[in-house]
């Protein structure tokens, strides 16, 4: 197949694809970007191993992403505001074969370019493309061991945008705002879907409730994907009905609280909360405004044809109602982990990808989903793994053993706090710097609290459930 | 994965997924339906080989359709209009298991049993389909030699039903009016589409112009199919403007002459002009109304993310307005035909499907078709293969060879008429009544002409354009 920007710029020439700023793009100009940007980084590429991009959200990186599209190398979509040691592992990990970035990044290694100095090249090789072909690859951690690369295929990402066109409907005169980051499958999806539906996506650099909330108002946009944290800051500054233009506000990232789902019911804000993950190339259930009432606290069902189903311990499937971990099965799943096998034999159960979220169907098939997997922390939007932060703080002399759990917090959601069992002594601030020095900000602990010992099982594994009971309870 | 209707029925169960006459059936009871047929069925199941239907648009039809569904065996669609001929051999070369049929066929096979005789059975076992599984097969002539079973699987129904969304838009209350039959393409890809949308579909048992009209008039649709006698038919009785609701009508079948596309321009009815064929499950481009007059006699573009080539007669891809053979590639597009690796091998050039169609894409990419393959005759939107229809008549004792083509007909747009050389002397109806017995009623000429020889060019090959030349010139 020819890059899905090509076919869409053959398709639909002079329809606007890209919003940002007062500035727009048909996808024909797009597309001539696009290529542009493709001559340029193709002679710099080796071989078939992906490429990094470390950007924010700027058209600039729209076109990057379809350039590498059209040279056929899958994208790997860095997470900017990750540490150095963070993203040093990732491009390891994934074999990269050269990172592009924008000027304000710092990355340490040779095969990085910065965007400015990509010089004008030759044609590259029209190598087409298969709907199987790993198109972008995203870490994600899990509870144990280090992170993985989540593979995500042309056919995912393409199953995903039909999946949901079939469940909130497609006009063609849509236009879905972005202000979620790029390097997410949050933001990337869209721009994917743009490109098959031909729709405009609207891009904002950064998420600023002022001006989002002024484009609802003024028919800027009708659909727009957010996370929790923004639609609380949307709802803050909300002052006027939004247009009768936008039609659908996608809502991911973590569970919504009851009080925040009956405002948007009141304000006549069409919510749709949603359940997906990397593994699911975005959302893979949907709740629909017209049921949120109804089944307060689902997650929705299924887009099509994509497939749910709980078992407990033993693998079974579970009856309603009844709590077992969340699986899920259908062409926008992932095929497993970049580079590794075992990690991939281990997430799938004769084809079924098993999340490690918890949780259970009712009778009429909505999922509610009770934990996410391994205790994650969901952070404004952004994943935090406990285990991921307590084998960094383990790793410092002084510490024994950690605990870490999600702080309830006003703005983020929650906030990772950390428990500590001591060797000898330290200042928190030390504990603070070391752990800064290795992980994004956002998964650094906002509190330490040292004890004498982390409340485990018999077994002896961590209960942090009894951490997150203390430290929740203690807040109210 | 389940069958589509089992989680349509899931996702939408108080959605009308059917309207036949005064009659409506929710997913929910749809699937109900399906079930309890599919338990009735499944007895008589031995094996993964098709299982064939001969049925007219009744809703017992579609629930039928979604029983082989549920327990997995592909479908196999017997155009009812066939001669007992032509259906032995299609259940021969297919291997079917067995022929469900309606009451009014009589079908000469011990492997038939009639929709009335289905006993209430068990449990069948059950069985998950995956994407690449065939779905349906319906068999279509071609060039040369015996009549082939197009292979349509689930995943070419998905993505036909996919892009066909992305180019006309999907509305969650559309309801399809299905008065093709469903034993085509055009009919059976209705009957996906509603389960993959979660829309209805309205059935109706024969094509009526005036009670189509009336619906059109009082909103019963938002989209139809029709293939060009239809919409001529619609055009003598149309007498008052469509609903606002009715937003499409996806026109197959053949090319539509200017002065309708014109009508239709004129009386505001929205026409999708398209091109498509059993290999692509459906209509494979499509051209917006908004094009319709700037474009005239073109068929569109590709529905996204299908490809299209025009290539000589040395496989090299043309230039722009260049004619050459029409070749199509994507998710769509048939993997092959049923038991017959060699006539999949020959249809086949590295990936792409040979259409056999003749025609050129403008610089803009619209494609024009200039003939349809192997001199193809449409009448009334059934497909006529001359070489069939010669190879009969050359099956008389009397009858030398014969050159068979389409004759310009008001009400049918052609229909077929043969070119005669005789051996010895033979009456003209008992060639009619020769040909009658071999094959349908649209596929037997209307007319019949005993010449001295057959134009043949320099290799000896039948030049069937002289043919229809001569008779065409003559009609005008």
Chains 1, 2 share one sequence.
């Not at 056919?155 to 999946?163: E, L, P, T």
């Not at 804000?269 to 629909?288: K, N, R």
């Not at 078992?311 to 499937?317: C, F, K, P, S, Y």
């Not at 391994?374 to 605990?403: F, M």
């Amino acid at each position: 197949m020819k890059s899905w920007l090509e076919k869409r710029a053959l398709l639909s020439p002079d329809q606007i694809g890209l919003y940002a700023g007062k500035s727009a793009w048909t996808f024909r100009e797009m597309n001539e970007e696009a290529t542009e940007l493709a001559e340029k980084i193709s002679p710099h590429i080796q071989n078939q191993s992906p490429v990094a991009l470390l950007i924010t959200n700027q058209p600039q990186s729209v076109f990057l992403i379809h350039a590498l599209q059209k040279i056929r190398v899958p994208v790997l979509m860095l997470n900017n505001r990750l540490s150095q040691k963070e993203w040093q592992y990732q491009l390891k990990d994934s074999q990269a074969q050269l990172v592009i970035y924008q000027d304000q990044f710092v990355i340490n290694t040779d095969r990085a370019i910065s965007i400015d100095e990509l010089k004008t090249g030759e044609c590259w090789p029209y190598v087409p493309f298969e709907e199987e072909d790993v198109c972008s690859v995203m870490y994600t951690s899990g509870t144990t061991g280090n992170p993985k690369g989540v593979m995500q295929t042309y056919d995912n990402h393409f199953s995903s945008a039909s999946g949901s066109a079939f469940n909130i409907g497609h006009r063609p005169d849509d236009i879905w705002m972005c202000a979620v980051p790029l390097f997410h499958i949050s933001g990337y999806s869209i721009l994917m879907r743009s490109v098959i539906y031909g729709i405009g996506v609207r891009l904002y650099e950064k998420f600023d409730e002022r001006s989002i909330h002024a484009d609802l108002v003024n028919g800027k946009g009708s659909i727009i994907s957010v996370v929790t944290t923004m639609l609380e800051r949307l709802l803050d500054v909300k002052n006027e009905r939004y247009h009768s233009f936008f039609r659908c506000m996608i809502l991911g990232g973590g569970p919504a609280p009851l009080h925040m789902v009956e405002r948007c019911h009141d304000e006549h804000i069409p919510v749709f909360q949603s359940y997906g993950m990397t593994e699911t190339a975005s959302q893979f259930t949907t709740l629909s405004p017209a049921d949120a009432t109804r089944k307060t606290g689902a997650s929705g069902k299924p887009l099509f044809p994509g497939e749910i189903k709980i078992t407990d311990e033993q693998g079974e499937g579970c009856d309603d109602y009844v709590i077992g971990e969340i699986l899920v099965k259908g062409p926008s799943v992932t095929k497993g982990y970049l580079n590794n096998p075992s990690a991939t034999q281990e997430a799938f159960s004769e084809g079924w990808l098993k999340t490690g979220d918890v949780g259970y169907l009712d009778e009429e098939g909505f999922l509610f989903v009770a934990d996410r997997r391994s205790d994650l922390i969901i952070s404004g939007g952004e994943n935090v793994y406990p285990a991921e932060v307590e084998s960094v703080l383990s790793g410092h002399p002084a510490v024994k053993e950690a605990g870490v759990v999600g702080k309830k917090d006003d703005r983020w959601g929650e906030v990772p706090a950390a428990f500590i069992v001591l060797i000898e002594e330290v200042e928190k601030e030390t504990l603070h710097n070391f752990v800064s020095k290795r992980l994004a900000g956002y998964k650094v602990p906002k509190m330490y609290r040292f004890v004498n010992e982390l409340p485990r099982n018999a077994a002896g594994k961590l209960v942090r459930r009894k951490l997150k009971e203390e430290i929740n309870h203690e807040s109210v």
